[in-house]
């Protein structure tokens, strides 16, 4: 009889412990990173930042240049050491596809 009282109040403070113990649920967030293409159709060389890593690209006269932007990035002229005009907003649909400059 003892033994069964005393397994009885072992289970009992175990199932106690057990739902005293908290749960943290980590959310992680993966942002989607993709090639954005951007030739330079003018007639001079540009420089530009990419506003959300802050890395900043030289655009060749001419040459086609892959920019990797989340969705949301913000893709600004860089000159003289800051940014200067907003060129684009990065979205999922400019995913691979070649952006004239001049008609940004």
């Given at each position: 009889m003892k033994k069964t009282?005393?397994?009885?109040?072992?289970?009992?403070?175990?199932?106690?412990?057990?739902?005293?113990?908290?749960?943290?649920?980590?959310?992680?967030?993966?942002?989607?990173?993709?090639?954005?293409?951007?030739k330079n159709d003018t007639d001079n060389e540009v420089k530009v930042i990419n506003a959300g890593s802050g890395g900043s690209y030289s655009l060749t006269k001419n040459a086609t240049t892959t920019i990797k932007m989340e969705e949301g990035d913000k893709l600004h002229?860089?000159?003289?050491?800051?940014?200067?005009?907003?060129i684009l907003t990065a979205t999922k649909e400019?995913?691979?596809?070649v952006q004239l400059l001049s008609k940004l």
């Open positions: 009282i005393l397994l009885l109040f072992l289970a009992l403070s175990l199932m106690s412990m057990k739902s005293n113990q908290v749960v943290l649920n980590k959310e992680i967030t993966i942002t989607e990173k993709f090639d954005i293409k951007i002229y860089y000159e003289k050491g800051k940014k200067g005009n907003l400019m995913h691979g596809k």
